[in-house]
């Protein structure tokens, strides 16, 4: 069993910037595919980062260049730096833990770009 607790969401001016993080629990983290993902009202979840355990990373093209994944392998922690932050980034954003067929979801975090 994997907990996933994110912290770090809140509410921005636009522009701004926040740091998510997403702390895991049990083992393997460093082999897992971690994500992010976000849920705008009304709207499906959609992809916005994904990083490997080999290090790469994909970015949904709405928020390459402000975005940037990374994750601490000793803290068992994946992050969200989020910068230049828009309002239509206003969305629950969901941490993702997948490895093999284990599939796994944080509570999530709000994120409100508002002026």
């Known amino acids: 069993q994997v907990q996933l607790v994110e912290s770090g969401g809140g509410l921005v001016q636009p522009g701004g910037s926040l740091r998510l993080s997403c702390a895991a629990s049990?083992?393997?983290?460093?082999?897992?595919?971690m994500g992010w993902y976000r849920q705008a009202p009304e709207k499906q979840r959609e992809l916005v980062a994904i990083?490997?355990?080999?290090?790469?990373?994909e970015y949904a093209d709405s928020v390459k260049g402000r975005f940037t994944i990374s994750g601490d392998n000793a803290k068992n922690t994946v992050y969200l730096q989020m910068n230049s932050l828009k309002p239509e980034d206003t969305a629950v954003y969901y941490c993702n833990y997948r490895l093999g067929a284990l599939d796994y979801w944080g509570q999530g975090t709000q994120v409100t770009v508002s002026s």
């Open positions: 049990g083992s393997f983290f460093r082999f897992a595919t």
């Open positions: 990083i490997t355990s080999g290090g790469n990373t």
